[in-house]
């Protein structure tokens, strides 16, 4: 299984994936699932994915491979994000169907799902979900984040508190908290967590970082939070006597 | 779909269970998914369940004709909660047996998932999760909660802030939050919720409530949790300046 979710706000853009992938809770291994791409000052885009390792990795590997030979079309020669989407659209469309012929089998096994986010000089920060069969939805303010995978543990920390206007250190910090219940809900997601964050029209490489078991800060807020849930919950208005009939 | 869940405490238990069934977002019915057995100062039971509404309500229909006919077996006449367990697992699967075999179809479409909670007088009370295939587990200390349906959204405020040892209203309150989270995000999922709370040893029929979107309390206390997890998330602490590479 895998998480991963990015936001895109009014003010940048949080990503996190982690790296647990599994065949069977016996067969657990690490891999990234989060890459950069970018030109210093000119764009930068984040790309994530939860799905058929084989098929991601492909993926991952034709897109940079794009890059590396130069070919007229790649990351970092699109004219715009929606490019760049219907690009991984494309490139994950043609390794499924391969995969799919070749093992005669449409049931799904060969899929995955994208997200890929970034900003492009000149043009607005934009996220994009790409589903398996290629196609794909923008973020808007209305709904500011998407996530893949096992996504239902975490959703309720994001849906409480992180909207548009939330600022990106918040939802960093959302963010990790939707990780830690997700964490500790599934096995078969798991640290370390890769992390990036953009602000926006800095078109620099963003920074991140890979949390793992004994990240301090990750902890501490994982335990302050814990700690304040408690404490709201004992604070919670008591119960009417007539409450229950 | 449902969401039910049930916890048993050191003090008591709590019950709670949607009424929203669903086929297709098109289709959305309201029906009961928990019922109240028992006999005043001598025992008390709950049932919840998740799954085919029609394998279910045919279980709660024989399982009350049983006591309404004072079949030798019945809720009302079983030694051990155990016993209870046996008898609604094995009904279930009676019921689910001749589906199956009158439409040829052993997909699962017919399966159902049940609950049972309660105390027998001179027993301790007991928690019993009934699988489809007619077997049962029982809560333990280490595991004092049991879930069926669409559980997790509403599990990472439990894993969270209950366990064996937290006061039944307190446990009430969480699972309110709980099933908060589940409707916010899983329209399937839906009001009215019927709460039923039992202090251990008291073998009175239980109190409880069917809460609605109108409920007063309710909305008080997911409007007090909403604003408190806002406040925690903007107190906690800022990120170190190294801590983003």
Same mark, same amino acid.
């Given at each position: 299984m895998t998480y991963c979710a990015a936001i895109r706000l009014k003010d940048g853009m949080v990503f996190a994936s982690d790296t647990r992938t599994n065949a069977g809770v016996d067969h657990i291994s690490t891999f990234r699932k989060l890459y950069r791409y970018g030109i210093e000052g000119e764009r930068f885009m984040v790309l994530q994915t939860a799905g058929s390792l084989a098929t991601s990795q492909a993926v991952f590997t034709k897109l940079q491979n794009a890059i590396d030979q130069r070919h007229e079309n790649n990351l970092n020669s699109v004219l715009t994000l929606f490019d760049g989407a219907q690009m991984v659209g494309e490139c994950m469309r043609s390794v499924t169907a391969h995969a799919q012929a070749v093992a005669n089998?449409? *049931? +799904?096994?060969f899929t995955s799902s994208f997200l890929l986010g970034g900003q492009i000089k000149g043009q607005p920060p934009e996220l994009y979900m790409i589903y398996p069969e290629g196609n794909c939805i923008k973020a808007t303010k209305d709904t500011p984040f998407f996530q893949l995978g096992e996504? =239902?543990? +975490? =959703?309720p920390i994001l849906d409480r508190s992180v909207n548009y206007e939330t600022d990106v250190e918040h939802a960093a910090q959302a963010l990790m908290l939707s990780f830690d219940s997700t964490i500790r809900a599934n096995l078969s997601v798991g640290m370390p967590v890769d992390f990036v964050i953009y602000q926006n029209d *800095?078109?620099?490489l963003p920074k991140g970082r890979r949390i793992d078991e004994k990240d301090e800060y990750f902890d501490s807020i994982c335990q302050k939070w814990s700690e304040a849930l408690r404490h709201t919950l004992i604070e919670l208005p008591q119960c009417p006597d007539s409450y229950w009939e």
């Open positions: 089998d449409n *049931s +799904g096994t996504i =239902k543990y +975490g =959703k *800095s078109l620099t």
